[in-house]
């Protein structure tokens, strides 16, 4: 007997944060709203990505501080690590956030059905498993939220012990001695960063011929240098072509090269849609043959009504505060109020690793390669009064403008940023390239003194014509 | 289920053009309530719903133009209870496939009916706000560095098109507009009103030779209608126009050779007087609505008339059939200092009446033996006609004898 079909104005399928925001952002416009998630509610980034990742992080940044309390006459003596209590606090964190989204969506009469969707002909979803398998919801809109999950490479088959992805990775209790990261993406870099602030020996193996391969090049070299300070061996532009299991652990085969033995690997090699079950028959969704969502800048899908949003989505980046924006996009689109699509050539992007990256905007190279005559002011952290202070003063910042006629700085095109606490940082470069100011214009508006954001102040100031600190 | 057809809107028309739909895909409508807009050549209508119930399907959509019978919509009228109405839209109804996702962001595909508009954050269908998707897309404003070169270059954001996502105007976009200096020029659509009007005009005076004659007559029958009350008995408003025309028609029956139509080569006599009125809609163009067989009504029964197709003009019920049949027509005083107005005639009418407004003047009298100057009413009187078929002689004695008509009328029991 089929189920009795529930109505109601938005059904979201996946309870991630593009599929959480659209559920929120609906629901305050008086929009009846469901979502269906097979797991809970905040998806991988609250779960298994970004928050969790986030936390070690911290934990490796306040073994740093500690270690480092000599210099400011603090002694801390048998200083020592025990993983399992970070990744205690990391639950409780997560916890309490994920407590938190429940809270907001039941206030605002979110229905939750928990499962796994599947969007058929007529803007109908089925739960297929979970509790309630079953369901039909029937949405006047459906807005596709899958997201994505890990993706691996042949001959690696993830185990949980010797080989994990960040899924498997944020729930270790244990720090290995040797560790293996492949990819030197953000999330590589990230997990490198952490393991070998916690005391471990790391490898980053990365295809591309450098590490950061999508930031800016100087800011890229100066995580790789900061990297190599610290002891972890880089390795670009290789093959690897198998693994073979030792006892507890297993050597890496790098094509023309020796083995690398190691005691974990980290696949860390990017992320593919999670749409395998996400349509029925005849759904007029279309999907690529990378196998995500073919959405328009309003997120609409091939088929009427469909939207989609988050990772799920073909040729965007995967970040969460991207599915937020896209997530606000669909809603608005829904309700006919006018909505600018979300412009992904000037999205922040941030990345946790010591030193940390943020970025937002052309690179140098993307911005020469895009035909344009550009000028490039650097600063570095080193000069900086706050980065002294607070004794890191690694790192830089690079603003790329397009070049007036007089040579200065005109417009704005790109903010790049490594070093301490960029990531908090960005918010003034976001604006200034988003909202299309010139090197001038960004220039007279002050910062603070002491505090780090004056090194991008300063930079500014150069790339107008004429520095304080900065030629 | 009950189908929305395109009513007869006249008996030569045939077509007309959905310029709206006032409601959308899922609401409720009642019947009567006014359900669409159309446009044909000769004027603009709200149509209502034919039945109760709820909009289901919108088949003709805004800017289609269907032949009248054709069914437009479908409302399910089987009273079932219907989801609860919410702000949920189905915008995307109409939206077209969605092509590949480009590595830049991409723009919307364009909307399906208005082939005009470079991008379309919302689909056609269910406008809920009355932003239209042209007023939703040109000039976007995102960033405060944008708009602030905008206003010190003096360009109004309306009229430049954006280049950026969603249409929104990148600082390049700015510069080069203001770069063109400031835009007090605008480009702005004509109504469709404008648009039939200029159409006529152009037609008449291209392919009419018009002769004009005025005189300045008296209009002691003004002050006698302020007198009155300006009400007939039944109290219905009477106007100064009413007056007149109530004279003109009468006048008409004198002068027979000016209530008649010139087309190719046919000058026909009409024995009837359709009376055009002539109107003015705010923004969009004029209208003619015409008092059928005038002749012979009292100033009461054609002061009904008119104000009953006012209230038709006001409230869009005009129907093609209001429209149709002229045979002479008047114009009212535009303004209430005008002195007279020189009118296009209406085709394929030869003459056309117009008046200026009812003036409070110093006026020389003869009565007795010398000259006093008094304080009267006098009212400029033209008469636009068509120089194939009538000269300016004659244009002036039928002026004469609507003035004879206008001193003498007795408004007491006209009324």
């Given at each position: 007997m089929p189920a009795e079909v529930q109505q109601f104005d938005v059904v979201v399928i996946g309870g991630g944060p593009g599929g959480y925001a659209a559920a929120l952002y609906g629901a305050s416009a008086g929009l009846n709203i469901a979502i269906v998630e097979l797991d809970k509610v905040g998806g991988t980034c609250l779960h298994r990505g970004c928050v969790p990742a986030k936390e070690f992080l911290e934990t490796a940044h306040v073994r740093r501080t500690v270690e480092h309390s000599s210099a400011f006459g603090i002694a801390a003596t048998g200083v020592s690590v025990d993983f399992a209590v970070s990744q205690n606090r990391k639950n409780e964190i997560v916890d309490r956030l994920f407590k938190g989204l429940s809270g907001l969506l039941k206030g605002r009469k979110v229905t939750i059905f928990s499962g796994t969707g599947r969007l058929d002909k007529d803007l109908t979803v089925t739960v297929v498993d979970g509790a309630d398998a079953g369901v039909?919801?029937?949405?006047?809109?459906?807005?596709?939220?899958?997201?994505?999950v890990p993706r691996t490479i042949p001959g690696f088959t993830v185990d949980g012990k010797l080989i994990l992805t960040s899924d498997e990775f944020l729930d270790l209790s244990a720090l290995p001695e040797r560790a293996t990261v492949i990819g030197g993406g953000a999330i590589g870099c990230e997990f490198a960063s952490l393991l070998s602030d916690m005391g471990t020996q790391v490898t980053i193996l990365e295809g591309l011929p450098s590490i950061l391969a999508g930031c800016d090049s100087e800011v890229a070299t100066v995580v790789q240098r900061s990297f190599k300070k610290r002891g972890i061996d880089i390795r670009v532009g290789v093959k690897i072509t198998g693994h073979t299991p030792k006892k507890g652990t297993t050597v890496i085969a790098i094509e023309g090269e020796g083995g690398v033995e190691t005691d974990l690997v980290v696949m860390s090699v990017g992320r593919r849609a999670r749409t395998e079950g996400l349509l029925g028959e005849g759904t007029g969704v279309e999907i690529n043959a990378g196998g995500f969502v073919v959405a328009d800048g309003y997120m609409r899908t091939a088929a009427p009504n469909v939207f989609a949003v988050g990772d799920v989505v073909a040729g965007t980046p995967q970040l969460a505060h991207v599915g937020f924006a896209e997530a606000?996009?669909?809603?608005?689109?829904?309700?006919?109020?006018?909505?600018v699509p979300v412009d992904y050539d000037r999205v922040p992007w941030a990345i946790y690793s010591n030193p940390e990256v943020a970025f937002c905007g052309l690179t140098e190279a993307a911005a020469k390669e895009k035909g344009y005559d550009v000028v490039v002011k650097k600063d570095p952290f080193g000069g900086n009064s706050r980065a002294q202070i607070i004794g890191d003063t690694e790192g830089v910042v690079k603003i790329i403008a397009e070049k007036r006629a007089d040579g200065s700085g005109g417009q704005i095109l790109g903010v790049h940023m490594a070093g301490p606490w960029v990531t908090e940082q960005l918010g003034a470069g976001y604006f200034a390239v988003n909202w299309e100011a010139t090197a001038e214009e960004a220039a007279a508006l002050i910062q603070p003194h002491p505090s780090l954001s004056e090194t991008f102040g300063e930079t500014l100031l150069a790339l107008a014509g004429r520095g304080l600190h900065v030629g | 289920m009950a189908d929305v057809t395109l009513p007869s809107l006249g008996e030569s028309v045939t077509e007309g053009t959905i310029t709206q739909w006032f409601k959308k895909v899922g609401d409720v409508v009642a019947r009567d309530e006014p359900l669409f807009e159309v446009s044909t050549d000769k004027v603009d209508s709200e149509m209502p719903s034919p039945a109760a119930g709820v909009l289901t399907e919108i088949i003709a959509g805004e800017g289609d133009t269907v032949q009248t019978g054709s069914r437009v919509a479908v409302i399910d009228d089987s009273g079932t209870p219907v989801a609860p109405s919410s702000t949920a839209t189905n915008v995307a109804e109409a939206a077209p496939a969605v092509p590949e996702r480009a590595e830049v962001p991409p723009s919307a595909p364009p909307a399906p009916v208005t082939p005009v508009t470079p991008v379309a954050p919302v689909a056609p269908v269910a406008p809920v706000a009355p932003t239209s998707e042209e007023s939703s897309t040109a000039g976007v404003v995102v960033s405060p560095v944008v708009r602030r070169i905008l206003n010190d270059g003096g360009v109004d954001a309306t009229t430049v098109q954006g280049s950026g996502p969603g249409g929104s105007i990148t600082r390049r976009d700015a510069e080069r507009a203001v770069a063109q200096g400031p835009s007090e020029e605008v480009v702005v659509?004509?109504?469709?009103?404008?648009?039939?009007?200029?159409?006529h005009m152009s037609v008449s005076s291209q392919s009419t030779p018009h002769g004009f004659v005025a005189i300045e007559v008296d209009?002691?029958?003004?002050?006698?209608?302020?007198?009155?009350?300006?009400?007939?008995?039944?109290?219905?408003?009477?106007?100064?126009?009413?007056?007149?025309?109530?004279?003109?028609?009468?006048?008409?029956?004198?002068?027979?050779?000016?209530?008649?139509?010139?087309?190719?080569?046919?000058?026909?006599?009409?024995?009837?007087?359709?009376?055009?009125?002539?109107?003015?809609?705010?923004?969009?163009?004029?209208?003619?609505?015409?008092v059928h067989a005038a002749a012979g009504l009292t100033l009461r029964a054609l002061a009904r008339r008119v104000n009953e197709l006012d209230e038709r003009l006001a409230s869009r019920q005009l129907t093609t059939d209001d429209l149709m049949g002229g045979t002479f027509t008047i114009a009212g005083a535009p303004s209430e200092h005008t002195l007279w107005t020189t009118p296009i005639?209406?085709?394929?009418?030869?003459?056309?009446?117009?008046?200026?407004?009812?003036?409070?003047?110093?006026?020389?009298?003869?009565?007795?033996?010398t000259p006093k100057l008094e304080v009267g009413r006098r009212v400029v009187l033209g008469l636009s006609f068509d120089h194939r078929v009538c000269e300016p002689v004659g244009a002036?004695?039928?002026?004469?004898?609507?003035?004879?008509?206008?001193?003498g009328m007795d408004l007491e029991s006209e009324r």
């Open positions: 039909v919801a029937r949405g006047k809109n459906v807005i596709l939220a899958a997201g994505s606000i996009v669909a809603i608005k689109t829904i309700l006919g109020e006018p909505a | 659509p004509l109504s469709n009103g404008k648009r039939r009007m200029g159409q209009g002691g029958v003004f002050a006698e209608l302020d007198r009155l009350g300006r009400v007939t008995r039944d109290g219905e408003p009477i106007s100064d126009e009413m007056v007149v025309s109530l004279a003109a028609v009468r006048a008409l029956a004198e002068f027979e050779s000016l209530n008649a139509t010139y087309q190719g080569d046919e000058f026909v006599v009409h024995r009837t007087v359709n009376l055009g009125v002539l109107r003015s809609i705010a923004d969009d163009g004029m209208l003619v609505p015409v005639i209406i085709q394929p009418e030869v003459a056309i009446l117009s008046m200026g407004a009812v003036r409070t003047v110093p006026v020389v009298t003869t009565r007795g033996k002036a004695h039928y002026l004469e004898r609507v003035a004879e008509l206008l001193a």
